[in-house]
């Protein structure tokens, strides 16, 4: 009885991971779709974004063309801008027209459709 018990809660807290894990790489999956997303920066810029499952994407609109590379993380996505760029991480927050990336508690670009 008690082996059954402890087997069960195990399963359940193993679902439950799993669950967490997938939805969050479905945020990142959404947004890595292979359409084009409006990226409002947090300096007031304006650029293209497409980002596809394989990790890759282009970048549009600034003073030159970028090929980011991407990565789903718990709560959201890390960017690569291109390759001596720093990468950065954002939480992911979905709103009514796209989704938000936030990095503590500062929003850093907005992705609108």
Do not use: H, Y
Not at 20 to 38: C, F, H, I, Q, Y
Not at 69 to 87: F, H, I, N, Q, V
């Amino acid at each position: 009885w008690i082996l059954v018990t402890i087997a069960s809660a195990a399963m359940q807290l193993t679902a439950a991971s799993a669950r967490e894990a997938g939805s969050n790489l479905t945020l990142a999956a959404r947004v890595a779709d292979g359409r084009p997303w409006k990226m409002l920066m947090d300096d007031g810029r304006t650029t293209s974004l497409v980002l596809f499952s394989d990790g890759t994407g282009t970048m549009t609109g600034g003073p030159m063309q970028l090929s980011p590379k991407w990565r789903p993380t718990a709560d959201g996505m890390c960017l690569k801008p291109m390759p001596l760029m720093s990468e950065r991480c954002v939480v992911l927050i979905p709103n009514k027209n796209g989704f938000v990336g936030s990095r503590d508690g500062t929003i850093v670009f907005t992705l609108e459709r």
